[in-house]
T-cell receptor, first 113, second 112 residues
Framework: GAGVSQSPSNKVTEKGKDVELRCDPI?????LYWYRQSLGQGLEFLIY????????KSGLPSDRFSAERTGGSVSTLTIQRTQQEDSAVYLC???????????FGSGTRLTVV | EDQVTQSPEALRLQEGESSSLNCSYT??????LFWYRQDPGKGPEFLFT???AGEEKEKERLKATLTKKESFLHITAPKPEDSATYLC?????????????FGKGTKLSVIP
């Protein structure tokens, strides 16, 4: 597609439920990133995929968070047993390589009630 | 650990009133410094990459400059449509150098 597509755009879930967030990167972009943006905070790195290499999961805040990227394209970020502190905007970005400016999607706003 | 500090947190300008936003950074080795613009409810939009001290980039009313410790985003004769949050980020040359470290941003409001 022309840009990075994320779905859903908004998600309200009950505490303790699992959620899946989807990212469809720009076609041909080998690098894919997930960031989290909380109110009043800067963007926080979560995970990075580059081609067929093992992902860098060093930014995931707990083992309740996981992500996968199928076929080098679409990525899914899963949060298990959601907590209120997980409420944030989850942003996906892609790029043609590990350097250079990213193209971000519009994000998924997650609210845990 | 890479760090980015942006100032001011918020800035109100009259239309046509030029000003600058500051981004101070510490990084073990700089691979690149990035400026993004973020509108409410949207993801950040890439503006510029600067790679070395002394480099300048321009786009319409925006000019970004870089020194060894900070970057400035100069806004000349701003218009209301320039209102947004401007984010600065650095990419270092250390471990995990593909990820960007972001500042918290400067929220710019341009009043007609």
């Amino acid at each position: 597609g022309a840009g990075v597509s994320q779905s859903p755009s908004n998600k309200v879930t009950e505490k303790g439920k699992d959620v899946e967030l989807r990212c469809d990167p720009i076609s041909g972009h080998t690098a894919l990133y997930w960031y989290r943006q909380s109110l009043g905070q800067g963007l926080e790195f979560l995970i990075y995929f580059q081609g067929n290499s093992a992902p860098d999961k060093s930014g995931l805040p707990s083992d309740r968070f996981s992500a996968e990227r199928t076929g080098g394209s679409v990525s899914t970020l899963t949060i298990q047993r959601t907590q209120q502190e997980d409420s944030a905007v989850y942003l996906c970005a892609s790029s043609s390589g590990p350097n250079g400016g990213y193209t971000f999607g519009s994000g998924t706003r997650l609210t845990v009630v | 650990e890479d760090q980015v500090t942006q100032s001011p947190e918020a800035l109100r300008l009259q239309e046509g009133e030029s000003s600058s936003l500051n981004c101070s950074y510490t990084v073990s080795g700089l691979r690149g410094l990035f400026w993004y613009r973020q509108d409410p409810g949207k993801g950040p939009e890439f503006l510029f990459t600067l790679y070395s001290a002394g480099e300048e980039k321009e786009k319409e009313r925006l000019k970004a400059t870089l020194t060894k410790k900070e970057s400035f985003l100069h806004i000349t004769a701003p218009k209301p449509e320039d209102s947004a949050t401007y984010l600065c980020a650095v990419q270092g040359t250390g471990a995990g150098s593909y990820q960007l470290t972001f500042g918290k941003g400067t929220k710019l409001s341009v009043i007609p």
